[in-house]
């Protein structure tokens, strides 16, 4: 699969909320800690997409197929660093599209979107207790160099070159 992502319009608020809360629930459920149950207020999401940071990847049968919300700085989890860098945040896959390397694509169409914008580098954490997630960017090529306490849990940040490929290409 090769996503096309689109910008997210108003029109799309409820559906990425809805693929959030989803998505928090099934991990709680597994005893997987990384976005807690409501931790995404749905005005927060409409904030954003007002702000132009969401793109997603829109599916006739369910709506929206994946998300990823890119950003230029990320102060509260990279600090005041100047290296010209695009992030990732709110990557996520319905679970109905599992397994079709959208994430992947998702990540790879970001890298392109940085590269042309000038970046260097793409970024992105995790939870240092989701060690699932961890290996999964690492084999998207990305590798972890730094760390984010933020009190309440800590974050584990992994950046990759904007021309680097995931570990599936050939």
Not at 58 to 79: C, H, M, N, Q
Not at 98 to 122: E, F, H, I, M, N
């Amino acid at each position: 699969m090769t996503a096309s992502p689109v910008p997210a319009g108003p029109q799309h608020v409820d559906a990425i909320h809805a693929l959030r809360r989803s998505l928090e629930d099934r991990m709680a459920a597994a005893g997987v800690v990384q976005w807690p149950q409501g931790s995404m207020p749905r005005e927060r999401v409409e904030a954003q997409v007002a702000d132009g940071q969401w793109w997603v990847v829109p599916d006739p049968e369910i709506e929206v197929a994946g998300t990823v919300r890119l950003l230029w700085s990320d102060p509260e989890y990279w600090g005041d660093d100047p290296t010209p860098a695009a992030y990732v945040h709110g990557l996520m896959v319905d679970r109905r599209r599992a397994g079709s390397g959208l994430g992947g694509d998702l990540l790879a169409w970001a890298a392109a979107r940085g590269r042309d914008a000038g970046a260097t580098l793409l970024r992105l954490d995790c939870r240092e207790s989701n060690p699932a997630l961890r290996r999964y960017y690492e084999g998207q090529g990305f590798r972890a160099v730094g760390r984010r306490d933020l009190g309440s849990h800590a974050n584990t940040l992994l950046e990759r070159p904007v021309g680097a490929r995931r570990s599936t290409d050939r």
